[in-house]
T-cell receptor, first 113, second 108 residues
Framework: DGGITQSPKYLFRKEGQNVTLSCEQN?????MYWYRQDPGQGLRLIYYSQIVNDFQKGDIAEGYSVSREKKESFPLTVTSAQKNPTAFYLC????????????FGQGTRLTVV | KNEVEQSPQNLTAQEGEFITINCSYS?????LHWLQQHPGGGIVSLFM???GKKKHGRLIATINIQEKHSSLHITASHPRDSAVYIC??????????FGPGTSLSVIP
């Protein structure tokens, strides 16, 4: 079955540590996205990638980094520079130009203590 | 003021009731998307609209481009419809903006 897999579903980290969230898709989509979701707010775009080896900052990229070495994978690293990292993180993918019709993963809930 | 707003923020309904969730936006758009977020967090696509009306099963989505407003209707609501419903717009300058979501709880 085609889809997007995010892992882990729940992640706990100590303050000051970097942490990497995994996102893998087998939909053969060129574009992949990372969003952050906070209570009472709409999803906000962190980073996106339209093609392998290329990615762009979204609206809230500070404190995050990504890589796109393979079409199927778009890992997100939450660095110690991110002031409020505790949130729900969603990965999505789509064909180029059909951005709104994205397929979403199940999300990773990151808690920094 | 947010560019995409939804109302109500929270909604509780009895099973069988007709439900309406509203989305209004203040930017020019090329398309509007209704999404459903399950309690576990995963998101699925319901509809993408650029005009008129779409129906799928018990779900109906309408959009009025002139009034910058869309509605999502659920007929004969069921507890399994309990979820967060999110409106997202693709703007004329190719950015996607998400609404804050409407949390729906359908009680048996």
């Amino acid at each position: 079955d085609g889809g997007i897999t995010q892992s882990p579903k729940y992640l706990f980290r100590k303050e000051g540590q970097n942490v990497t969230l995994s996102c893998e898709q087998n939909l053969n989509h060129d574009a992949m996205y990372w969003y952050r979701q906070d209570p009472g707010q709409g999803l906000r775009l962190i980073y996106y990638s339209q093609i392998v080896n290329d990615f762009q900052k979204g609206d809230i990229a500070e404190g995050y980094s990504v890589s796109r070495e393979k079409k199927e994978s778009f890992p997100l690293t939450v660095t110690s520079a991110q002031k409020n990292p505790t949130a729900f993180y969603l990965c999505a993918s789509s064909m180029p130009g059909l951005y709104v019709e994205a397929f979403f993963g199940q999300g990773t809930r990151l808690t920094v203590v | 003021k947010n560019e995409v707003e939804q109302s109500p923020q929270n909604l509780t309904a009895q099973e069988g009731e007709f439900i309406t969730i509203n989305c209004s936006y203040s930017v020019g758009i090329s398309a509007l998307h209704w999404l459903q977020q399950h309690p576990g967090g995963g998101i699925v696509s319901l509809f993408m609209l650029s005009s008129g009306k779409k129906k799928h099963g018990r779900l109906i989505a309408t959009i009025n481009i002139q009034e910058k407003h869309s509605s999502l209707h659920i007929t004969a609501s069921h507890p399994r419809d309990s979820a967060v419903y999110i409106c997202a717009v693709k703007t004329s300058y190719d950015k996607v903006i998400f609404g804050p979501g409407t949390s729906l709880s359908v009680i048996p």
